[in-house]
């Protein structure tokens, strides 16, 4: 697995620790006489009750069986992973918002008695095969990359310079997520959404915002990327 996070987009480190479930999504020991790991939603329960810190953050948690192929993920708010397989989705992780750009959002409750609950994830299982790519992400990348150009750089994007496979796929959407959240005149997945929920500029917005076109004046709209925390993992499927 490699991921790329808003500290340097493109740089990638490796995530080592994969946690072993089965297919029902409980723990089980993978080693004998190991102690049983925890399931997706028993680790985020685990992980939300020792939370003391003050801050809250969106959740995703996902976990492979490495010798059946079982994938348990549980999902809090806008954050998400995508199984693709031959070019298409699917696995889809369901994003949470309580209203637009208002995601699910686990805190301590020591600072936020009225959090959200490591219960309300989205618990999703299934299967992976050999070849499958897993990309995991914030918001970050989802609101500025459409799924569209996610698939093709997951397929088109090889090893290079030394770096997997899931490195360079990583690095690849770190960066495009980056280079879209700062064009204010980008298509992007977060300003379609905007306006598909009815948000729009003021008039004055509108008017400043304005071009002539060859049918005339053409009032702006909601446009551009959002800046944001930009996080992505990935990972490739291979044989045992």
């Not at 995601?103 to 409750?109: G, T």
């Amino acid at each position: 697995s490699s991921s790329s996070g808003p500290a340097g987009v493109g740089d990638t480190e490796d995530i080592e620790d994969i946690d072993d479930i089965d297919d029902s999504g409980t723990s089980h020991a993978t080693e004998a006489g190991a102690p049983p790991r925890p399931s997706s939603m028993e680790a985020l329960k685990r992980a939300h009750a020792e939370t003391e810190k003050p801050g809250s953050s969106t959740a995703c948690i996902v976990q492979l069986d490495l010798e059946t192929g079982a994938l348990d993920s549980s999902n809090l708010g806008d954050s998400g992973f995508v199984v693709i397989r031959d070019g298409k989705v699917v696995i889809k992780a369901d994003f949470q918002e309580h209203f637009f750009d208002c995601p699910y959002q686990l805190a301590s409750l020591r600072y936020v008695p009225e959090t959200d609950q490591a219960t309300d994830a989205a618990v999703l299982t299934g299967q992976v095969d050999a070849g499958d790519v897993i990309v995991l992400g914030s918001d970050g990348l989802f609101d500025n990359v459409p799924m569209e150009d996610i698939l093709l750089v997951a397929g088109a994007v090889e090893a290079q310079d030394g770096d997997s496979k899931a490195e360079a796929v990583a690095s690849a959407l770190g960066e495009m997520a980056f280079v879209n959240s700062q064009n204010p005149e980008y298509e992007s997945p977060y300003a379609l959404e905007a306006r598909r929920q009815g948000y729009e500029l003021s008039f004055v917005e509108k008017l400043q915002a304005a071009k002539f076109t060859e049918g005339g004046l053409k009032l702006g709209q909601i446009t551009g990327g959002k800046m944001d925390d930009i996080t992505v993992v990935v990972g490739v499927v291979v044989e045992a």
